[in-house]
């Protein structure tokens, strides 16, 4: 079963840090992208931010400068360094991955992938 796994979440002070990790399991993989999205309490999901297989990278305005999205796409796992952390980030944080499977060495298409979320709290 492939699925994505969060960690690292949880309640930090204004100004604070937090790493957040996320590796899929369940399969062997080739990526496309992994991104994380967040969702606040009476707000839609956003993009936070994205990594592709080639590096490049993109933010949110509301982020940038503070968020750095990295990968290890040979351990199947993207992180997301927070810091400068203020109580608007506070949100369930969710790790995506745009990936095929690969299966007896033949990929399928690209498909999305979602974690559960986990909370990132920030205390003013």
């Known amino acids: 079963q492939v699925q994505l796994v969060e960690s690292g979440g949880g309640l930090v002070e204004s100004g604070g840090s937090l790493r957040l990790s996320c590796s899929a399991s369940?399969?062997?993989?080739?990526?496309?992208?992994m991104a994380w999205y967040r969702q606040a309490p009476g707000k839609q999901r956003e993009l936070v931010a994205r990594?592709?297989?080639?590096?490049?990278?993109e933010y949110a305005d509301s982020v940038k400068g503070r968020f750095t999205i990295s990968s290890e796409f040979a351990k199947n796992t993207v992180y997301l360094q927070m810091s400068s952390l203020i109580p608007e980030d506070t949100a369930v944080y969710y790790c995506?991955?745009?990936?095929?499977?690969?299966?007896?060495?033949?990929?399928?298409?690209?498909?999305?992938?979602w974690g559960k979320g986990i909370q990132v709290s920030v205390s003013s």
């Open positions: 995506f991955s745009d990936m095929s499977l690969v299966v007896g060495g033949q990929a399928s298409g690209a498909r999305n992938y």
């Open positions: 369940g399969g062997i993989f080739s990526f496309y992208a």
């Open positions: 990594i592709n297989s080639g590096g490049y990278t």
